[in-house]
């Protein structure tokens, strides 16, 4: 330990966007830090999602809409909720939990729970690509596009309530020539639409590599192909052991392993349930540049420009994370989309990829201490662990080394 008690050196466990911006705010601390993952850097949900740094959206799932939206497309294997048939027990358990969850009230809560890291991402960001993370953010607004007003109505009222937590997002509503000049990737069936200033947007997997080098240009050692097996107390430090033999010893330990957290940390004492809700990603040649994010809130795609064409993510599938990609689910997304956009270039596509969401029953992530002695974690964020990826692990990194719990993360307790 340091001579001010705080921990010298770390081991961080998973080399996502959450363990790296970790490792990195640790070492701002003056910890020396180890990274380990079982793949590499970006191999989990960091490399192919849409790359959204979007507060105005980065909203619990957990809202009502979802539960009666999943209810009635339960049988529908096309749509973009899927819940393949699964005799899964802590699955269906953990899907009861998440209905029972769906509450204005519980929404509500993980809202208001949230507010501070939407406050303060933007910022995070700032910090690391104004000191070695070359991967630029980009200012855009997010267009969300509707084939009528009534669509735009239920997106509207979510935007109130959120505005009314605190938060405050700009928004204006759209139709007509305006929607067109924001979006010329629409198609003729898009009659409504509303822009979200304030927002942006990157290349995640540039963004993740880009912060994997910066952590390594300050002295860490990344691992790769390192699986983890335990965490074990070794003459007052920890000892992490791999599959193969090896370990490492730190005095602190950090989890970040999104939806494989609970693994490692039910023996840890973290009792919430995180799943898989695995998203689907792939890139696309279109007739224009495009200028900025599109969302497609009625089938749940969103479009990010990337490298000079269009990624096109989507759905949610709780399904086992390690589970192969499904490419029904792409073509389930595909089909959703095309009526909707126009100039793509659909038989074009490539780098087709599945990512595993880390997902909770209650739409708040894990961020803190847990009952063992030395041991962290950072995870379940959902959808928005890019988002809110840095400015989770500048709040760890400061209770880590500081031994005092920061106000926003008391509700993201791990061992609630």
């Known amino acids: 330990m340091g001579v001010d008690g705080g921990p010298r050196t770390a081991v961080v466990i998973g080399a996502g966007v959450v363990g790296l911006s970790t490792a990195w705010f640790l070492q701002e601390r003056g910890v020396e830090v180890t990274v380990v993952d079982r793949d590499g850097v970006a191999a989990g949900a960091s490399w192919g999602n849409a790359g959204w740094l979007s507060p105005g959206l980065a909203i619990p799932l957990n ?15 096309g749509a973009p909720l899927h819940v393949p048939a699964t005799p899964d027990v802590k699955l269906l358990s953990f899907l009861t939990r998440f209905a029972m969850n769906c509450t204005w009230k519980s929404w509500s809560s993980a809202v208001q729970a949230n507010l501070a890291f939407n406050e303060e991402c933007l910022e995070a960001f700032d910090v690391l690509t104004a000191n070695g993370v070359e991967a630029p953010t980009v200012e855009a607004p997010i267009t969300a596009a509707f084939e009528n007003t009534r669509q735009a109505v239920g997106l509207l009222h979510e935007l109130r309530r959120i505005d009314d937590s605190g938060l405050k997002i700009r928004y204006t509503a759209l139709d007509g020539d305006a929607l ?22 990157v290349d995640p997997g540039r ?17 790769s192909g390192f699986r983890v097996t335990g965490v074990h107390d070794d003459s007052g430090a920890l000892s992490v052991r791999s599959g193969a033999g090896d370990s490492v010893r730190a005095d602190a330990v950090v989890l970040a392993t999104g939806a494989w957290l609970n693994d490692l940390g039910a023996a840890w004492g973290v009792r919430v349930p995180v799943r898989a809700g695995r998203g689907y990603s792939f890139t696309v040649p279109t007739d224009q ?9 009625a089938v749940r795609v969103a479009c990010t420009p990337y490298q000079g064409r269009l990624r096109v993510a989507g759905t949610m599938e709780f399904r086992d994370a390690d589970a192969p990609l499904d490419r029904a689910r792409i073509d389930a997304i595909i089909a959703s989309a095309r009526p909707l956009l126009t100039g793509v270039s659909w038989d074009g596509l490539t780098d087709p990829w599945v990512g595993p969401r880390p997902v909770t029953p209650d739409g708040r992530p894990l961020v803190g201490a847990t009952d063992a002695p030395g041991r962290f974690v950072a995870g379940g964020h959902g959808m928005w662990g890019l ?6 692990g500048r709040m760890l990194a400061e209770q880590i080394t500081t031994g005092k719990q920061p106000a926003a993360l008391r509700d993201f307790d791990p061992t609630r």
């Open 207 to 223: 963004f993740t590599r880009s912060l994997a080098d910066a952590v390594a240009a300050r002295g860490a050692v990344i691992r």
């Open 63 to 77: 809202e009502p809409g979802i539960l009666r939206y999943g209810l009635r497309s339960l049988l529908d294997p």
């Open 289 to 297: 540049p495009v200028s900025g994010p599109v969302y497609l809130p």
């Open 387 to 392: 988002t809110h990826g840095p400015v989770t």
């Open 180 to 201: 067109r000049e924001q979006a010329p990737q629409l198609s003729s069936r898009v009659k409504a639409g509303i822009r979200l200033d304030g927002q942006r947007y």
